[in-house]
C-alpha cells in the first residue's frame, strides 16, 4: 500500500494557526478527526498562582482543560485525547497523594492513552503500578522493556483507535534512563533504541491497515548533540504521521513539519508544560482514505474557561 500523504501546505506561526481553504476534495466529503494532546502536566491541577509564576498567573487548571475537552467533544464526532509523558511530579498533590488525583482526574476526562516520562517513574516502578487502578486509559511504552519488573503486561507496546472507520495507530517512546532516573527506581527494566522500536512499531502498524500512525514521545524536540530526539526521529523513520512530543516544555506555537526517509512530511507538536495549553490537531481524510488535510491550533487554558 503506498503511503499516504499529506497536502502541501504551510502553518502560520501564530498561537492560533490554521492552514488555507481546504482542498476542494475536502469540501465534497470527508471524515474528520481531532487530535487532543497534553505533555509534562507535572502535576498541576490547580491554576498557577501570581506569586508562584507572574508569566503564567491563573492560567492552566484541570478544571478548566475538562471544561474545554467537553466543548470540543460537544462539536467534533471523533476525537483522541492523548499524553507525552510527566503526568507526576511539581506540586504538592503528587507528594500527597503519588499520582492518584491526577489519574483520576485523566480518566473522567476520558484520555485515551499515554506514554511516560521520566518523572513518572518519580515514586518507583512499585508507586507507579499502585495508581494504575486509577486511570480508565492506557499507557502505551514501546521502548521500555518491563519484563521481571511489576509493570511487565500491564503497558502496551502500541494501540489502535477506530474513529469512523478510520484506523489509528499509536505507539510510544520513552527518553533514556541515563542521568535522569535513578537504576532504585526503574530496576530491571530495559531502555531500547528508539528509531529501532519506531521503524518495528510503524511496520506493525502499516500491515494492520493503520490510516494514521503517532507516536507519543518523551524523547524532546531537538538537542545540539547526537541525543535521538523528536526532529532527529522524524527525519530518520518512516511511516509517522503526526509526534506527539514532550519532556522539553516546547512551546511550539503551530506543528513542525519534517521529511522522513522517504522525503514525505512528518508533522511534530509539543504545547509546553503545566497544562497551559491544549493541543489540538485536525485531519481531513478523503473518503477513500487517501489523502489527508491537516489544521492545527494550541488552545490556552484560561480563567474564561469555567
Known amino acids: 500500500m503506498r503511503r499516504r500523504h499529506f497536502i502541501q501546505q504551510s502553518l502560520a506561526a501564530t498561537a492560533f494557526a490554521t492552514l488555507p481553504a481546504m482542498p476542494a476534495w475536502a469540501k465534497s466529503g470527508t471524515k474528520r478527526l481531532s487530535i487532543l494532546h497534553t ?31 467537553e466543548r470540543i467533544r ?3 464526532k471523533n476525537v483522541l485525547l492523548l499524553d507525552a509523558g510527566d503526568i507526576f511530579q511539581g506540586t504538592p498533590y503528587f507528594n500527597f ?8 482526574l485523566m480518566s473522567q476526562m476520558k484520555y485515551d492513552a499515554c506514554t511516560m516520562g521520566n518523572h513518572d517513574f518519580d515514586n518507583g516502578l512499585q508507586g507507579f503500578e499502585k495508581q494504575l487502578k486509577h486511570a480508565d486509559f ?3 511504552c ?49 531502555y531500547l533504541n528508539p528509531v529501532e522500536i519506531a521503524q518495528e ?60 526517509t522517504e522525503g514525505k512530511t512528518v508533522l511534530i507538536n509539543q504545547v509546553g ?9 485536525d ?20 480563567p474564561d474557561l469555567v
Open 39 to 69: 505533555n509534562d502536566q507535572h502535576s498541576r491541577i490547580e491554576p498557577f498562582e501570581t506569586s508562584e509564576n507572574e508569566k503564567y498567573s491563573n492560567r492552566g487548571g484541570f478544571a478548566r482543560r475538562a471544561t474545554l475537552i
Open 74 to 76: 460537544a462539536q467534533e
Open 97 to 104: 497523594f503519588g499520582g492518584e488525583l491526577e489519574f483520576k
Open 138 to 140: 492506557s499507557f502505551i
Open 142 to 190: 514501546s521502548n521500555y522493556d518491563f519484563r521481571n519488573t511489576i509493570l511487565e503486561g500491564k503497558t502496551k507496546a502500541y494501540q489502535i483507535f477506530e474513529k469512523d472507520g478510520i484506523r489509528v495507530g499509536v505507539f510510544g517512546l520513552g527518553i533514556d534512563f541515563a542521568g535522569l532516573v535513578p537504576k532504585d527506581l526503574y530496576q530491571e527494566t530495559q
Open 201 to 260: 512499531m510503524t511496520q506493525k502498524l502499516k500491515e494492520k491497515h493503520c490510516d494514521l500512525i503517532i507516536c507519543l514521545s518523551h524523547l524532546g524536540f531537538k538537542y545540539d548533540s547526537s541525543k535521538i530526539d523528536d526532529s532527529k526521529l522524524a527525519q530518520q523513520t518512516k511511516d509517522i504521521d503526526l509526534i506527539i512530543g514532550g519532556h522539553t516544555h516546547t512551546f511550539l506555537p503551530a506543528p513542525v513539519e519534517m521529511k522522513n
Open 273 to 281: 508544560w503545566g497544562g497551559l495549553n491544549l493541543g489540538k490537531i
Open 283 to 302: 485531519f481531513e481524510f478523503s473518503l477513500d482514505k487517501k489523502q489527508k488535510y491537516y489544521s492545527a491550533k494550541s488552545l490556552p487554558i484560561t
